[in-house]
């Protein structure tokens, strides 16, 4: 390639190559064995146990064609039988292919590349290199695939070691699986290629990122040779000017970017010394936002997702089709990422290779472990000998917020005003689950908690409390100890939203509290806070859920959302009764969008509609009194995001006032018409003329202000202070305790819009005010448990 190009770059691919951001070679590898080779297949539906798969097996009785494979897509170029019937097809397929391999020694490793439709094992001399969407176990010639897909459009990778393949004849046998008697179509075709000493690596897993915040953030991704490792990054994609490398040769690379601005969109290419190996106009990232922020976050929630299969793809093209342009900022995985046994083949196929070109390049990426992750093994609940802790780079030590937990099973962190809290449901630790209150887990979780000084709490594990879809919380053991135990803890610390997968369907509960026992024993009257839709779009009872940013039981929303890959599967009382709104047919992905004091959640189903949405909002519907001066301009501002309509007749966030002597109301909706109105905040004015000092001037209005403090009541000592100031002012800060001794005192200028600082404060009761330098106060209570 290098000889046909002129001294100028000429075209966009040269225009790559003169500027860093492709390697000048595209291809390193050698195709031994490519895609659309003939091979012997038997389709007789018998079968065959396990002799079929040795080199030394004979299939010179078998019939031979060349790939593609299949049957029920019209793009094969070999037609397979299914039998004589099309209720009760095969459900499993022969393949096999003897090739040679000139000079074996000098290959460091191969790849293999295949296509398949459902699940199928690929054995190469005997020797079994990959199984995907197939259960963990012995494989007989009845057992289905785990999952219906479209792998036959995919390309799936694989690495196989370099010893498996000797000089001379080498013989793949695979055995392609459906996933019922009625599945209307099968595919297979396969090509395998060898690495040598020399190959420029190519990247087979990534880029993805990993423990975002505020200064940093690390990207992973994997080669196919091991080489040394460098990250170049920058403000702009032509102009990455600062890097961070490794100078170990490794497949496996991590390297965290560090002393970032808050906030920012960065770009990037990862590569090694010599090469970029990979770069592009997706290739960036965003940096965590300050707690003060006020753009909206958005946040994505899959469980249930790694299938391979067309429910995954559709629920991932329907939701990257919701956001359009909208940059997704936190990507929770809800568990069980990778079907069935969380293997690294798995994780490669499942997952890696189904999101590759999207939402891994550019999206933060905060996962929980599922039971098939520990493949279902009690074995590994223990040892944690698992995949997903090596493919997952998780901020145990507190590297996003939160409390260090020292351990990446379970984490938490901060992104903007919301603390996540991710918890491990399956694993053991010294012989304990996490519902046990006693174990290491918990007894983090609380002091977590505790510590916790962000508006919105929410935490998301594997497990759901409240499920009748493909799994029944009455019956299911860990699912009532999560609930009668679990459940009490977080709604204590006044968690709002809590996201589960496991059960492969949608259910959207009310926003409740209290409710720790059977299906039949939750109570509209008793358990739910809000009998709403919370819809918030004008119907009837449609009306947001109202929480407030203060610690305490206020009502939790659970949200089971474990249908990102999977679907189906509900028991006779489906849904659970404390559900607004449920759905076991359709796939779908959680969108919550968190602005200031308000929450949205989306259910956006594999059919591109949204089906279920609900909206909390905090601190709303307050009654203000605002001292003023008459005739001087006052601004009044509504404490949430949405739509307005003003006493005034006005429609923005904010109007301006110039009041007249004596009290006038003014109040802010979210609806103008009265019996539609949800939220409205109401401004009470109290103007006293202006009064002239000694030189004759008049003095100045100083606008009004507002004060929260939270969490309160606070069990660490710890509490943040928020001061909301409709223009910059001096204010004096003054804690003192209830014997009126000052503990505190400052001055400091405050400036326009909302800013928090964090006080230390001793066990007991106090009252924190804010003065103006007019004399106006503002005092509130705090009590630190």
């Not at 004015?685 to 202000?705: C, E, I, M, S």
Request: glycine share 8%.
């Amino acid at each position: 390639m290098k000889s046909s190009l002129s001294s100028v770059c000429k075209a966009l691919l040269s225009l790559c190559l003169c500027t860093g951001m492709l390697s000048p070679t595209t291809h390193a590898q050698t195709n031994l064995l490519p895609f659309g080779s003939t091979w012997k297949y038997l389709d007789n539906g018998t079968n065959q146990g396990t002799a079929w798969r040795a080199p030394a097996f004979s299939d010179a009785a078998w019939a031979s064609g060349p790939a593609q494979l299949g049957y029920g897509d019209g793009d094969e170029a070999t037609v397979v039988s299914y039998g004589s019937s099309s209720s009760a097809k095969y459900i499993t397929t022969y393949f096999r292919k003897t090739f040679n391999v000139t000079g074996a020694a000098a290959y460091t490793g191969f790849t293999l590349e295949y296509k398949r439709d459902d699940g199928l094992v690929i054995y190469i001399n005997g020797t079994e290199v990959v199984r995907n969407n197939l259960p963990t176990g012995t494989i007989s010639y009845t057992t289905l695939a785990s999952n219906a897909s479209d792998g036959g459009a995919t390309v799936f990778t694989a690495s196989v070691a370099a010893g498996l393949i000797t000089e001379g004849n080498n013989t793949i046998a695979v055995e392609v699986h459906q996933t019922s008697a009625t599945s209307s179509d099968l595919s297979f075709d396969l090509q395998f290629k060898g690495n040598t000493a020399s190959t420029i690596p190519q990247v087979i897993r990534g880029p993805y990122l990993q423990m975002g915040n505020q200064s940093a953030v690390t990207l992973r991704w994997r080669t196919d040779i091991a080489t040394t490792g460098k990250v170049k990054y920058g403000l702009s994609a032509t102009a990455l000017n600062d890097s961070v490398v490794h100078t170990t040769s490794l497949t496996e690379h991590e390297l965290r970017v560090s002393g970032l601005q808050p906030d920012t969109k960065y770009y990037y290419s990862i590569g090694n010394s010599t090469n970029v190996l990979q770069a592009g106009a997706d290739n960036y990232f965003v940096t965590a936002p300050p707690a003060t922020t006020t753009r909206k976050i958005r946040i994505a929630a899959y469980g249930d997702c790694g299938t391979a299969s067309s429910v995954q793809t559709n629920v991932r093209n329907a939701y990257l089709s919701y956001m359009g342009t909208n940059h997704t900022d936190v990507w929770l995985l809800l568990g069980d990422n990778a079907y069935n046994g969380g293997y690294d083949t798995e994780y490669q196929s499942n997952f890696f290779e189904m999101y590759k070109n999207d939402l891994l390049k550019n999206v933060l990426l905060f996962p929980t472990l599922g039971n098939h992750d520990y493949d279902n093994s009690s074995t590994l609940q223990t040892s944690h000998n698992i995949p997903y802790l090596s493919n997952f780079t998780l901020p145990s030590a507190g590297e996003c917020g939160g409390l260090a937990s020292g351990k990446e099973e379970y984490y938490s962190f901060d992104y903007g005003d919301v603390h996540f809290v991710c918890l491990d449901s399956y694993g053991l630790e010294s012989g304990k689950r996490f519902f046990d209150t006693t174990s290491t887990q918990v007894q983090w979780l609380k002091n977590d908690l505790a510590a916790n000084t962000r508006k919105w709490v929410i935490a998301y594990w594997h497990h759901p409390p409240y499920t009748m879809g493909s799994h029944n919380s009455d019956t299911n053991s860990d699912l009532t100890n999560i609930r009668q135990n679990l459940i009490r803890i977080l709604e204590r610390y006044g968690v709002d939203l809590i996201l589960n997968g496991h059960s492969h369907d949608y259910e959207r509960s009310y926003l409740m509290k209290g409710h720790y026992g059977l299906e039949n024993t939750f109570s509209m009257t008793t358990h739910a806070v809000s009998s709403s839709s919370a819809k918030y779009d004008g119907t009837s009872n449609s009306c947001p859920y109202f929480s407030t940013a203060t610690k305490g039981n206020h009502g939790t929303v659970y949200v089971v959302a474990g249908s990102a890959g999977q679907v189906g599967g509900t028991q006779s009382s489906f849904p659970h009764a404390s559900s607004y709104y449920a759905n076991a047919t359709n796939g779908g992905s959680l969108v919550v969008e968190v602005e200031g004091n308000r929450l949205d959640a989306k259910w956006v189903a594999a059919d591109n509609t949204i089906k279920d949405k609900f909206t909390i909002l905090k601190d709303v519907n307050k009654n203000r009194v605002i001292n003023a001066t008459a005739a001087q301009p006052l601004v009044l501002s509504a404490y949430w995001p949405g739509t307005y309509a003003w006493s005034t007749g006005a429609s923005t966030s904010s109007v301006t006032i110039t009041p007249a002597v004596g009290t006038t109301v003014y109040t802010v909706a979210d609806n103008s018409v009265a019996a539609s109105q949800c939220v409205k905040d109401t401004f009470t004015v109290v103007a006293a003329p202006a009064l002239v000092a000694t030189l004759g001037k008049p003095q100045t209005t100083v606008l009004p202000f507002d004060l929260d403090v939270f969490p309160n009541p606070s069990t660490n000592g710890r509490i943040q202070v928020e001061i909301r100031n409709d223009k910059p002012q001096q204010l004096e800060i003054l804690i003192a305790d209830v014997n009126g001794k000052v503990v505190h005192a400052e001055r400091r200028t405050v400036p326009q819009g909302a800013t928090r600082k964090e006080y230390q404060l001793e066990k007991g009761v106090y009252f924190i005010t804010a003065v103006t330098s007019s004399k106006e106060k503002f005092t509130k209570k705090i009590v630190v448990q």
